[in-house]
């Protein structure tokens, strides 16, 4: 028995301490190391938090999409430092061109994450207890009640009862049947919705799910771009890609060396509109034909399209881009073979205006470098210089400028594209204007000073491949499906109480046995706007189960 | 090459019927905004009538309480307590409300010029040979259309009279955008948006743009409402109510919640709208997030609405306060369309502008 008293005020006087702690704020300083950090897990986990940190976020994205992003294309952000000498390098310091990735965005979801953690946790706990909570007694008056219906019924009040277990049953409620003191049935206290609860734990719980899978695809994924002409191959090793960016826990050596052959590509352009339409020359379908060989495997004929990608080795292969890789013979003045290849050149606009460097290492005593425009559908006009008027190959041409000198100064990495210029002169023509060479496919071309020719053999396409690795993609993919069924949830379901009350109806002063009295009553935890039409819809159901009311 | 030729006239064909639909929709539609407007205006001469046929009916009842009395005693005493002041018995107290004429006409113009929305989108996609969801006019003409269909949708099981005015006059707004800003040749589209993806993608967005307008609409009622019932006092000290059609609407808290519970339906579908989104830009673009503009902002409008739902839970932040978010939301939904479309560089830039 002391035992029990003890117990008692100690719980007491540990609530007592709860109230004072509450009711005091002046004594906060008083809490000590673990009492500051459970004051600040409070705060932080509150929901007035999470709606300061959710709004937080919002305005936090928004620079993101206004100024141009690194990892998006870092072109626009040096164009945007170039053109704002002053403003830029503030943006640039503060991560306004790498939003996404900054510590201040990720100080804020990362609050987040906590927050709904600490909201979580607690919430599970409760909920846990909460379904087996016993179902809560019946209150003495069910007109007290929010909302409440009453009626009368030709059936006994039994039968009644039976049906109202059943509408309840058939509703997933659960309920509990009263007794009177000799033992008859009289009413029933029911309880239902509790799922609304559980569905917005599980909608939140898959929130925090799905940043984990977000975060995990970034650390271990990898994701590496290549150019490859039609007839060309290559194969999946580090140093082959064009770029490549790894997450931080991917070791690059370990990339599994499957092979792809572009046999060729397909590519349609939309010529059925007006010229003058802004549709026409767009492209209308892409379809890339390969051979796809794991190590150790046989090789396998198949297809990558647009919105189609190739699987292979746990790794997708997508299609993303197109263009020409005009094949071109360089020879020297003796007539050797100085350099014979398929070299891509990137399109500039709709019409596949193209731009490209053809870089002859080989050439002596100078190196040779070519520089200029491939045009699908050549048109030379005295305002725009030679432009491309159509992105099919009608009227192909080569227009270059030629270059001798170094071709790699300080023997670092340069793009494939363009030419770097410092150490190399322009070769004049015999007018003294600089050399302009137009090559159309099958011509030769002698270059001046014997320096030798270049030739245009053909035009085959190039297929721009994008090759990604993600593992945390699908698991992030099942995170939100599932987010999504708890939201639908907790949206749809309503956690009510329902009671229900019979007595024999008193007709004239008499009570009457086939008569009855119900009388239902109802409350709701929360908004609950169709709490009247769920007790219309239940005395509704009762009666159709029992007969005439 | 012929079939493809007379192909291209029949398109033109039904292009061109398909945008004098959206004409005789927009036409239609603002004589229907005029008659919404004059049902509203005509509240308060209709209400001071329906004051003198109560008190008329009220001393005629006195007469009769007695038989009143007999009368729901035999009926069995099913208490339902209804706010509205409504005869017992309409066949008993005569006319339960004045038949408001010219709401019925606005009700029957929206019909009419609802399904010439449809015919519009109909004959769009027959036209294009696709759903017509590629591009800013067609995304638009067809947000245009789920906002009618959602609201006819709604009258067939409430009286939604009194909103007409505010849904309609958006719907008419938008039309005339379509017709002379936004419109589009009709064309086939880019190989990345030919995906079911797309259709299943941009249907629910604009499903759920069309619900989040209507709750934008009811928000502003709501303020409007909100902000008579703070005045109220103050102006019948000064001699008499203001803005007396705006009685014909329901009260603030009213509206609070039926916008609240517009956005609860209308944010599941938003979130699904994400989701499929991420699923066709993994499918085009091999990856399912890029932090594109037109992605930052999908994500922005749902982590707005998020807070807005979060508001409504948190004390201290009902009402007025929650109601600003959800403005918020349908201003980051309109920078969504508008601005993000049309200024902004990223992968979504083919709005056809
Ligand atoms: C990424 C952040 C979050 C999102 C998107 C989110 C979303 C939601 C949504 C949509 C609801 C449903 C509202 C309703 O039933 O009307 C909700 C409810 C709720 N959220 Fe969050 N939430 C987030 C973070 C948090 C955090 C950090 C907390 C904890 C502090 C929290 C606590 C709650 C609570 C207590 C409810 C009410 C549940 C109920 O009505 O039964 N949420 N949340």
């Known amino acids: ?549 | 090459m012929i079939t493809a030729a007379t192909d291209h006239v029949a398109n033109a064909a039904l292009n061109t019927a398909s945008i004098h639909f959206l004409w005789s929709s927009a036409a239609v539609l603002t004589l229907a905004m005029l008659a919404f407007g004059i049902d509203l205006a005509g509240f308060p001469a209709r209400d001071a009538r329906a004051k003198e046929r109560e008190a008329e009916r009220a001393k005629a009842l006195e007469n009769s309480a007695v038989a009143q009395k007999v009368a729901t005693g035999a009926g069995g005493g099913t208490a339902v307590l209804d706010s509205a002041p409504r005869p017992a018995n309409p066949a008993e107290g005569g006319d339960a409300e004045e038949k408001r004429k010219w709401a019925g006409i606005g009700m029957s113009l929206s019909w009419l010029g609802g399904l010439l929305l449809v015919a519009n989108v109909v004959f769009r996609a027959w036209s294009v040979d696709r759903p017509p969801l590629a591009n800013m006019y067609e995304f638009a003409a067809v947000g245009t259309m789920f906002v009618m269909v959602a609201f006819l949708g709604w009258s067939l099981r409430k009286d939604v009279r009194w909103l007409g005015l505010f849904v309609v006059a958006p719907v008419v707004l938008v039309e005339m955008l379509c017709a002379v800003v936004f419109y589009t040749a009709a064309s086939s589209v880019l190989p990345s948006l030919k995906s079911p993806w797309l259709m299943i993608h941009v249907t629910v967005a604009t499903l759920s743009i069309a619900l989040f307008t209507i709750a934008f609409s009811l928000t502003i009622l709501y303020f409007i409402q909100l902000w008579r019932e703070e005045k109220d006092e103050e102006w019948q000290a000064e001699g008499g109510a203001r803005f007396r059609f705006m009685d014909s609407m329901p009260k603030s808290d009213v509206l609070d919640r039926t916008s609240y519970g517009v956005i609860i339906l209308a944010f599941p579908l938003w979130t699904f709208t994400l989701i499929a989104g991420s699923i066709w830009a993994q499918k085009a673009w091999g990856s399912y997030w890029t932090w594109d503009p037109k992605e930052v902002w999908t994500l922005v409008i749902w982590v707005v609405y998020a807070a807005y739902l979060h508001a409504r839970l948190t004390a201290g932040w009902t009402g007025k306060k929650a109601a600003y978010i959800a403005l918020a939301g349908f201003a980051c939904i309109l920078v969504n369309y508008m601005i993000v479309n049309v200024f902004f560089v990223g992968m979504h830039s083919y709005s056809g502008m």
């Open chain 1, 1 to 549: 028995m002391t035992n029990a008293t003890d117990r008692k005020s100690a719980a007491q006087s540990a609530k007592a301490s709860k109230r004072e702690r509450r009711e005091s704020p002046a004594q906060q300083p008083k809490l000590g190391f673990f009492g500051t950090l459970r004051w600040l897990w409070r705060q932080l986990t509150s929901m007035r938090t999470a709606l300061f940190l959710l709004l937080i976020l919002a305005v936090a994205a928004v620079p993101g999409s206004i100024f141009p992003q690194t990892n998006i294309d870092s072109t626009r952000v040096t164009n945007y430092l170039a053109e704002h000498r002053t403003i830029g390098p503030w943006l640039d310091r503060f991560g306004f061109f790498n939003v996404f990735s900054s510590p201040w965005f990720a100080a804020i979801y990362l609050l987040l994450v906590i927050s709904l953690l600490g909201c979580i946790i607690p919430r599970t706990r409760k909920q846990v207890r909460a379904l087996h909570a016993p179902i809560p007694k019946m209150p003495r008056r069910l007109d007290r009640l929010p909302e409440h219906r009453e009626c009368t019924i030709d059936a006994s009040p039994q039968d009644v009862l039976q049906a109202a277990q059943s509408v309840l049953r058939a509703k997933r409620y659960r309920f509990r049947v009263d007794t009177t003191a000799e033992g008859v049935p009289q009413a029933i206290a029911a309880e239902g919705g509790r799922l609304r609860e559980a569905g917005n734990l599980l909608f939140h719980t898959c929130l925090v799910f799905v940043i984990i899978a977000v975060a995990y695809g970034h650390l271990v994924g990898w994701n590496g771009q290549v150019i490859v002409p039609a007839g060309q191959g290559f194969t999946s090793t580090a140093s082959r890609y064009d770029t490549l960016d790894t997450g931080p826990l991917v070791n690059i050596a370990n990339l599994t060396p499957f092979s792809i052959n572009v046999n060729h590509m397909d590519v349609t352009f939309e010529h059925d509109v007006p010229s003058t339409s802004p549709q026409y020359g767009q492209p209308r379908d892409f379809v890339a034909s390969v051979t796809a060989k794991l190590p150790n495997m046989a090789p396998k004929a198949t297809t990558i399209e647009v919105n189609h990608a190739l699987d292979i080795a746990s790794t997708e292969v997508y299609l993303l881009g197109n263009g020409y890789a005009p094949k071109v013979t360089v020879r020297n003045a003796k007539g050797q073979i100085l350099y014979a290849d398929e070299t891509p050149f990137l399109p500039q606009n709709n019409n596949y205006t193209s731009v490209g460097a053809i870089k002859v290492p080989g050439a002596s005593p100078k190196q040779l470098g070519f520089f200029g425009f491939f045009l699908p559908t050549a048109s030379f006009s005295s305002t725009q210089g030679p432009t491309s008027t159509f992105p099919a190959l009608n009227n192909p041409a080569l227009v270059l400028g030629l270059y001798e000198g170094n071709l790699f100064p300080d023997g670092s990495p340069q793009s494939v594209y363009t030419l770097d210029t410092q150490q190399m002169t322009q070769v004049k023509g015999s007018d003294g204007q600089p050399l302009r060479l137009l090559i159309r496919p099958g011509q030769t071309v002698k270059l001046p000073d014997k320096l030798g020719s270049i030739t245009l053999d053909s035009v085959p396409r190039w297929a721009g491949l994008s090759v990604r690795y993600d593992p945390g993609k699908m698991p992030a993919l099942y995170g939100a499906l599932l987010a999504l069924l708890g939201l639908i949830m907790s949206m749809t379901l309503r956690r009510r109480r329902l009671f229900v009350k019979v007595a024999a109806a008193a007709d004239e002063g008499e009570p009457d046995d086939r008569r009855t009295l119900v009388t239902i009553g109802g409350l709701s935890k929360g908004e609950d706007p169709r709490l009247p039409v769920g007790l219309d819809n239940l005395l509704e159901s009762i009666v159709k189960r029992t007969g005439k009311p």
